[in-house]
């Protein structure tokens, strides 16, 4: 199993545009932030992961959203093509790190919006993908044509939810967590084989399904203590780790954690 994960130290992480609708320009507490980030790093080398690191270029501030750089499998890594020109700088930065380091990267071609582990899930030969906000759909064909995946398509419908990341999780190959407001009835009714447990809008707005699954550990943001104790019982072991200052950008745990 994976378990190396590319994480970005936030030091020029901050809230300087809006590309999404939990981007309000909240200020943002640079200690904290850094306090936060440290947890979740130290959670995860805790319990075993490997961590990389990239380091953040001062003008993109979302760089620290990892999961967004692409979507990585087998040593090739399928880069994003960032929807909004605020963020589209971070694919040559994520591009280099990955050349230098062997990986076989590829470019969709410039009309096609992708972002990457934001939008899919790789599990088995299949890619689970989102589209409809952020990625559209002809990109997650290509992507998971590049990879060589089976492609199930999943169409997002609320834009407060706007990467798959921030409502489906994949607990097990079987088990996944989502929050049924993203999805219509007809989409979600797409995903065979893997039960599904819903979870709440208050569950979903405090980003329960922005989880870092490693193993039978879920580190999950804070405040989801019903939520952790079901998962609990079905055999997880949740960690609640609060993402406030990230959550003022639309992010959180999943989104900052970029297996490769
Ligand atoms: N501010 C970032 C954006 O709007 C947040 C990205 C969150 N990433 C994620 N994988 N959901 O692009």
């Avoid at 961590?51 to 001062?58: V, Y």
């Avoid at 447990?197 to 580190?219: G, K, M, P, T, Y």
Wanted: charge should be negative; aromatic fraction near 12%.
């Amino acid at each position: 199993m994976n378990n190396t994960v590319l994480l970005c130290p936030p030091i020029h992480f901050d809230v300087t545009y809006s590309i999404n609708p939990w981007m309000k320009g909240e200020p943002v507490n640079s200690e904290l932030v850094m306090k936060q980030w440290f947890h979740m790093k130290n959670t995860l080398e805790f319990l075993g992961a490997k961590t990389k690191l990239i380091g953040q270029w001062p003008l993109l501030p979302d760089m620290v959203f990892t999961a967004n750089a692409g979507t990585v499998h087998n040593n090739k890594v399928v880069l994003s093509n960032f929807k909004h020109v605020e963020r589209k700088m971070e694919r040559q930065v994520f591009k280099q790190w990955f050349d230098e380091r062997g990986y076989k990267t590829f470019v969709l071609p410039e009309d096609m919006n992708f972002e990457g582990c934001g939008d899919t899930i790789v599990s088995g030969n299949q890619m689970i993908a989102g589209y409809g906000f952020r990625s559209d759909l002809k990109a997650i064909r290509r992507a998971a044509e590049i990879l060589e995946l089976n492609l199930l398509p999943l169409k997002l419908k609320n834009p407060n939810f706007y990467h798959l990341d921030t409502c489906f999780s994949l607990l097990r190959e079987d088990f996944a967590i989502y929050y049924p407001g993203a999805f219509s009835k007809h989409t979600i009714n797409k995903v065979k084989d893997i039960e599904l447990l819903a979870v709440s809008e208050e569950e979903a707005n405090r980003f329960a399904c922005n989880s870092i699954v490693f193993q039978d550990h879920v580190l999950m943001p804070a405040g989801n203590e019903g939520l952790k104790f079901l998962l609990t019982e079905r055999g997880f072991d949740v960690h609640l780790l609060d993402t406030s200052e990230f959550l003022k950008s639309g992010g959180s745990l999943q989104c900052m954690a970029l297996w490769i």
